[in-house]
């Protein structure tokens, strides 16, 4: 519900909709129609369009993204492959957060530039991506597909692959014989166009534009007191690791599509496709109730609509599960109703982590900030039986609670569910559970809560998930996700280490507590015949976040040119552990960890040198250094 002007502050307190912001979402309630645009890398996506799309025509819209940008460049840091992708997920994110449309993905690993489609589809295995983007059609169920790029090189073979795999997801998403895994899920779905978004950079000095579709998509809206230019700038200059900083573009703006497959447009890239309700048999009583709600909408007392959105939420809900727009607009709706009564709810955490099998402290608040009678029915907390509450919610008065929880001894350590399996080849690989997060740009929180509340007669369920908050001199309040940890972590300064001519070396391992007064026993297991020394060492963190380094000298068999995994483990109590953890921290995304087993690769090797000095010209991010040292040179 951020339409088109949403904070860009990941990182901040949760802002209310206002009042032109909720005349924005009534309008969206009254329009069922939604477009998918597909491209390759974050950073591709055409911001103008999408905001135009949710901000002007209420349009539901999304963006599928091929790949997480891991292969990109970063201007920002030093970080490379999967930190960078993890980086630009979340500036997809930001940048969704202002524009208003939604993010998916595949699983498919951007490795570089590439030279041809046909290589990208066999690096990434071309059935399997074009099955995660036949799911996210047949789970979004666009009307329209838009591709970026066209099918014909030369380009960036990922730019050139997301427009081919897209031109055959068209075809395959209403196919229920392909992909018939996909159908205890979802439902076969067609498309009705797709069409080809051409780039005006790409544009010649006498290009002929009559050939090309046209919509105008500069407008201004004076509800949100912004131009979807100004809008379009805000969402795109969220891609700071990519240097895509964008000056704000007001007044006419005109976009160029050519219409692929399906039926094909004339004039207008929508022409022949009716978004209202009418589209939908036995959807007068929504229908009804929304234009209700939207003429009788007073931004001065928005609550004074909540009894009308209360009767959509019922029409809606009389609708059959089937319907393809229940769901969304359930939600819409339910966003709606929350914001009319400037409702608040949320959960903190004392502690930004905690351990499996340990206790974690909860601070839960609700606040109705409007004059409408608000009723707290119950909450449910995780791994509890729903509680009573029971307590009407008097205006502006918050009303806490003080409970707390245990976490289960198996409860997940929190990662990026996309790199919780080690990444080799083309594809992310997921395994149980996460199976079914294919596609989405995040994994569920550690823990959430459900509230229980009543409006206007009607029950309601929100479900929010618990956040750590502090304070920072300078930025002020701040949030991020609660997470699970290990007590302790073991991260090994690099993912390869390398033994040339049988010698030994020091291997320091970085060890970080996850709890207060963690006492424990740190060990290397080396491959067979490989020598350890010593074979583990004792220690006593003190506080969470209390870090120390221990090293290790490690040997390889003499003459061994055989490469092995070496893991760190970490004894607590009567459970070994062995978990690393790799941070990011800018102020444009929230604070963001990788916690992946603790492990590296050995290699042995024979190794002559003539000379110990070697020039070279460091790439970004690059390890060359790094490597050289290991081996001896400078």
């Not at 589809?121 to 597909?145: K, N």
């Not at 809900?317 to 709606?336: C, F, G, M, S, V």
Request: charged share 20%.
């Amino acid at each position: 519900m951020s339409l088109g002007i949403g904070s860009t502050a990941v990182a901040q307190p949760p802002r209310q909709l206002h009042a032109g912001e909720i005349a924005a979402g009534l309008k969206r309630l009254g329009v069922t129609g939604s477009v998918l645009y597909v491209a390759a890398h974050p950073d591709d996506e055409n911001t103008r369009l999408l905001a135009w799309l949710v901000g002007d025509r209420g349009l539901r819209a999304g963006y599928l993204s091929v790949t997480r940008g891991d292969g990109g460049q970063n201007l920002i840091g030093t970080e490379q492959d999967a930190l960078l992708g993890l980086i630009r997920t979340h500036e997809l994110l930001a940048a969704r957060s202002v524009d208003g449309a939604e993010q998916f993905f595949t699983r498919a690993r951007d490795f570089g530039y590439s030279k041809s489609a046909e290589e990208a589809l066999r690096i990434w295995g071309h059935e399997a991506v074009l099955a995660d983007v036949v799911l996210a059609i047949r789970r979004f169920q666009p009307d329209v597909i838009i591709t970026r790029f066209t099918t014909e090189p030369p380009n960036h073979g990922h730019h050139t692959a997301s427009a081919l795999l897209a031109a055959e997801a068209f075809i395959a998403a209403a196919d229920p014989k392909r992909f018939p895994e996909q159908l205890s899920e979802v439902k076969p779905w067609k498309t009705d166009r797709l069409l080809q978004n051409a780039s005006q950079w790409w544009f010649k000095p006498d290009e002929d534009l009559s050939r090309y579709v046209k919509l105008e998509v500069g407008g201004y809206d004076a509800l949100l007191g912004r131009s979807w230019g100004e809008v379009a700038a805000e969402s795109r200059s969220q891609h700071k690791s990519q240097g895509f900083g964008q000056a704000t573009d007001r007044g006419p703006s005109t976009e160029y599509f050519t219409p692929l497959a399906g039926t094909l447009p004339k004039r207008d890239v929508f022409e022949g496709l009716d978004f209202s309700w009418k589209r939908w048999k036995g959807s007068e009583a929504v229908s009804r109730a929304v234009a209700a709600a939207t003429k009788a909408f007073d931004a001065r007392a928005p609550h004074r609509s909540l009894p009308a959105l209360v009767r959509v939420h019922e029409a809606l809900t009389a609708l059959p599960d089937t319907h393809p727009w229940k769901a969304p607009k359930l939600r819409e709706t339910e966003a709606l109703i929350a914001a009319c009564a400037g409702l608040f709810l949320e959960v903190r955490a004392s502690a930004p982590t905690g351990i499996p099998g340990l206790p974690v402290a909860l601070d839960v608040v609700a606040l109705n900030r409007s004059p409408a009678a608000v009723e707290w029915v119950g909450l449910t907390l995780p791994g509890e039986k729903p509680e009573a509450v029971g307590k009407a919610l008097g205006a502006n008065v918050p009303l806490k609670l003080s409970r707390t929880v245990t976490l289960p001894t198996t409860a997940p350590i929190s990662t990026p569910y996309w790199l919780r399996e080690p990444v080799t080849g083309g594809l992310y690989t997921l395994e149980g559970e996460d199976r079914a997060l294919t596609g989405q740009p995040e994994g569920v929180p550690a823990l959430s809560v459900a509230f229980e509340y009543k409006v206007a007669g009607r029950r309601f369920r929100a479900v929010r998930p618990v956040v750590y908050v502090w304070t920072d001199p300078v930025s002020g309040e701040l949030y991020r996700d609660f997470e699970v940890v290990p007590p302790v972590t073991a991260t090994l300064a690099q993912d390869v280490l390398m033994f040339p001519n049988g010698e030994s070396r020091v291997v320091p391992v970085v060890l970080a507590a996850g709890m207060d007064q963690v006492p424990g026993t740190v060990r290397m297991v080396a491959p067979p015949g490989w020598r350890v020394e010593p074979a583990s060492v004792e220690f006593k963190l003190a506080t969470r976040g209390d870090e120390r380094t221990i090293t290790f000298q490690v040997t390889p068999p003499q003459g061994s040119t055989q490469k092995g995994d070496l893991s760190v483990d970490v004894d607590v109590g009567d459970r070994a552990w062995s978990w690393r953890a790799r941070s990011v921290s800018y102020p444009h995304i929230p604070p963001l960890t990788v916690r992946q087993p603790s492990t590296a690769t050995v290699v042995p090797f024979s190794l002559a040198m003539k000379g110990k000095r070697i020039g070279y010209i460091p790439g970004p991010g690059d390890r060359v250094a790094e490597s050289l040292s290991a081996v001896a040179m400078r």
